[in-house]
DNA sequence: GTAGCGCGGATCGCTCAACAAATCACCCGT
DNA sequence: ACGGGTGATTTGTTGAGCGATCCGCGCTAC
């Protein structure tokens, strides 16, 4: 970096650009792939076979191979050797696990009030509106990324970037098993008061109150999500 | 799976297989480079050519390539696009969001007395008899990976296969900061009389003042750790 | 009928060779 | 010393190819 600029106002320049698309191809296929998984438009425990995604997505198989690693990595993609990769299948032991390990997490993170910030607990009200004004709006898809913006503020406030990269994959990995969800509406509309009640906790400084609401509100979840896993099963 | 066996007879005898040596050969690279990394056998900060290591470990670049995405992506090495990929060096800042996030996990694991088993509670017990032969011998890389086990028993507590898997790759992560601290003795002798304390204390019950200790112990670990690496740099 | 067997066919795992694009190292003129 | 051009090196990605493995299907034997 040569130091022309006193105050480096290139930097700034850039500052706020939504980075640059995932320059390499492997990434973007990554991206793309991700997203079709999270949103649930891949069954799982569909296979994907190299040739078909590498035509679909016009790269070629070698790139493709790469991104599938990665998405194993992620525990979105299950890789079987010699039998290729397969959406993943989250079992009723998986959700209570990811579950189970949230809770940690994020209670955790509320608990360490001497590292929140004022910018963070304004994240964690800004995710509450978002849900309420995608509730008026009867946007279930958009009340489901609210709360999950809210569970990713709540996390937040550790103030710790390897926390919160974890607490999105687990999200991301919990998403696998929102198609067993129907209607979206009952699932996640119910918990919309709780993260009021819980954002004005936070706010006026009672945490203790706050983490026993969200354990509560947590293990409820987890229960309602297992009950409707094993009835599809 | 075919259901001629009333008792899994066959599943009995493949149980404790240490596992199938990994299947694929993007698996295996994976494998043998990261033992390279955190055992600290490839310095931080340089750079790995595609062409050499793919020569030197007689596979394709195809295949190192899927090796380095995994890697990179378990945060050991940095991917710079158009330039190759490097090992990981961290910062002083790296080491105390480690360390805070260990805490955190650690300390929670901790406080789930309801999941204690007795099984993991003698895995700790067995890592810190583990540590104190490594230090009678005067094996001072052997009382690094006791002390390793040590926190993975205490993590595992939790009975979670996530966060084991996530402390895990901490640890892993941490070891990239290992080179620094020379001679290992000195780093890590003077935790040891503290794992049996916090054993002991677990043994008896008193998880709370357990958890104390540890945090304590977490923190001059940290400072220790982080002023070590300031004098280098 | 069904359990075992063998035989393609499809797909994966991996390699190799090639080329465009980006970066790096070096030299040059100023 | 500094900016700029140039060739060498390395990466990013592709495509083809081949052995290995798995799957489905039909055959046979009991």
């Given at each position: 970096m040569t130091q022309t600029h006193g105050l480096d106002v290139v930097a700034d320049l850039f500052?706020?650009?939504?980075?640059?698309?995932?320059?390499?191809t492997a990434e973007r296929v990554v991206d793309v792939l991700r997203g079709y998984l999270i949103e649930g438009r891949i069954v799982p425990g569909t296979r994907l076979s190299e040739e078909a995604f590498a035509a679909a997505m016009s790269v070629s198989r070698n790139t493709l191979r790469e991104a599938f690693r990665i998405l194993a990595h992620e525990k979105l993609l299950v890789h079987e050797m010699n039998r290729g990769v397969f959406v993943r299948e989250l079992t009723a032991d998986d959700v209570t696990s990811i579950y189970q390990f949230r809770t940690m997490l994020e209670t955790s993170a509320l608990a360490q009030t001497e590292r929140h910030t004022q910018a963070q607990k304004s994240k964690i009200r800004l995710a509450v509106t978002e849900g309420l004004s995608a509730a008026e709006a009867e946007d279930w898809r958009g009340l489901g990324t609210a709360n999950m913006h809210f569970h990713l503020a709540i996390a937040g406030l550790a103030g710790n970037r390897r926390l919160d990269a974890t607490m999105s994959q687990l999200l991301a990995e919990q998403r696998?098993?929102?198609?067993?969800?129907?209607?979206l509406k009952d699932f996640h509309d119910p918990y919309l008061t709780d993260n009021v009640t819980i954002c004005e906790l936070i706010e006026s400084g009672d945490v203790e109150e706050a983490a026993r609401h969200l354990r509560a509100y947590l293990d409820r979840a987890c229960a309602q999500m297992v009950r409707a896993f094993e009835a599809t099963s």
């Open positions: 500052a706020g650009r939504p980075a640059p698309v995932a320059a390499s696998l098993a929102f198609h067993v969800m129907t209607p």
